[in-house]
């Protein structure tokens, strides 16, 4: 069964760091590319950061140079590090995966970003 489940939200600061886990089970984490997504309370979901099964990466705007995705293919895990958070990335995040051309989401993590 194909699983997804997000950890390491939490509160923070302006200006400080929080690294999201996304633990991957039921499908070849290295077959497929995998997406940050995030929703604010009262907005649409928006994509975030998405690593490609080799490696590549891609960021949305808002993000480029204070998050950075990885993965680590041995123990099926993706990261998002977060640095510089602000006040506006306050939100849940997920992770996606599309697998046989239907996406599958996980449980979210919430994230607040406030003094």
């Known amino acids: 069964q194909l699983q997804l489940v997000e950890s390491g939200g939490g509160l923070v600061q302006p200006g400080g760091s929080l690294r999201l886990s996304c633990a991957a089970s039921g499908f070849r984490l290295d077959y497929y590319a995998i997406g940050w997504f995030r929703q604010a309370p009262g907005k649409e979901r928006e994509g975030v950061a998405s690593i490609t099964g080799s490696g590549s990466t891609n960021y949305a705007d808002f993000v480029k140079g204070r998050f950075t995705i990885s993965r680590d293919n041995v123990r099926w895990r993706v990261f998002l590090q977060m640095n510089n958070l602000k006040p506006e990335d306050t939100a849940t995040y997920y992770c996606?995966?599309?697998?046989?051309?239907?996406?599958?989401w996980g449980q979210g993590t919430e994230v607040t970003v406030s003094s």
């Open positions: 996606n995966v599309r697998y046989r051309g239907l996406p599958y």
